[in-house]
């Protein structure tokens, strides 16, 4: 076939961030003035405005312009004061739809940090244990509510200080957002806490066998013979560990693993929903909905332009 008349590809995959990509004409800062943390600003359009992911966790506050949020399977809307938190790995990308001539000098807010520092401090540094739960969340993208103020506030104080100033004002900032009240989950089914590691550990067995076999019918009154509760004893402590029905749960995970589907392939949407575990294609879309708030084929056709202009 002639050059001229080959098709690429589509791109499909987000892309890794290295490390040798921050530059400091991007907004970055300078690799040997940085530690654990590290603080970026910058406006909009910028070449780091792309669907991509990195090994850090970031905090993402939006300053100016409105437009459509993607992290992981979620999609939404941002506004000035819009404050996600994402964990390592978590793909996303926030484009502006109110695009003024010349674009935005500043528009995002950005701090960047590692998890093993932090686990491994917390081994050792009692008082850092209460952010294990917020960075556990983050795995699964949070949007905060009410804290655009306090949250430009902090960024200022890090990105001026050095050394353990940086670090105690970091310190105080995740502080702050492990004891928040108001919050969203915005990607995927999340753990919450449970009264003891037995209960975590059967938890934890239970989701896996719900997401390695998507197709298996478990059911609640199966799963609870096996752990010797009672139906509806089971119910509550499945709903308590993880704030959902199990029935509910599971469809999460299914639309999710339909999201990922969806995202990073081109298979067609019936074969989807029997891959998931649907039976029919209505009660998927039906489901789908009901997670999503659109359907899967309005969801293909919405998540296309999480590259912007380039899709």
């Not at 994402?86 to 000098?105: K, Q, V």
């Not at 915005?186 to 003891?196: E, G, R, T």
């Not at 993880?242 to 990922?260: I, L, S």
């Amino acid at each position: 076939m002639p050059a001229r008349h080959r098709i690429l590809p589509r791109q499909l995959q987000p892309e890794l961030e290295h490390n040798y990509s921050r530059s400091p004409s991007l907004g970055y800062e300078p690799p040997e003035e940085t530690g654990l943390i590290r603080c970026l600003a910058h406006g909009f359009p910028t070449p780091l405005a792309r669907w991509h992911y990195h090994d850090e966790y970031e905090l993402h506050l939006i300053v100016a312009s409105s437009g459509k949020a993607f992290v992981g399977d979620y999609i939404g809307t941002f506004q000035p004061g819009h404050l996600v938190l994402t964990g390592p790995r978590m793909p996303h990308n926030w484009i502006s739809l109110d695009l003024p001539e010349g674009g935005y000098a500043e528009r995002d807010l950005v701090i960047q940090f590692a998890h093993e520092p932090i686990v491994q401090a917390a081994a050792h540094v009692r008082e850092l244990e209460e952010v294990l739960p917020l960075l556990n969340r983050a795995r699964n993208g949070i949007e905060f509510f009410g804290l655009s103020d306090q949250a430009t506030q902090y960024w200022h104080r890090i990105k001026a200080t050095h050394g353990l100033a940086r670090l105690a004002a970091f310190c105080g900032f995740l502080g702050e957002l492990s004891q928040w009240p108001d919050y969203r989950l915005l990607s995927q089914a999340q753990l919450q806490s449970v009264d003891n590691d037995a209960q975590l550990n059967q938890i934890d067995d239970i989701v896996s066998r719900i997401t390695d076999n998507l197709t298996q019918a478990l059911s609640a009154a199966d799963l609870a013979g096996e752990l010797g509760m009672t139906e509806s004893s089971f119910s509550r402590f499945f709903r308590r560990a993880t704030g959902n029905t199990f029935t509910d749960f599971v469809n999460q995970v299914r639309v999710n693993r339909a999201c990922q589907l969806l995202m990073e392939s081109e298979r067609l949407i019936t074969d989807i929903c029997y891959e998931v575990g649907f039976n029919n294609v209505a009660n998927f879309n039906r489901r789908f909905l009901n997670v999503k708030g659109m359907t899967p084929s309005e969801f293909r056709k919405q998540v296309d332009t999480r590259f912007g202009g380039r899709a």
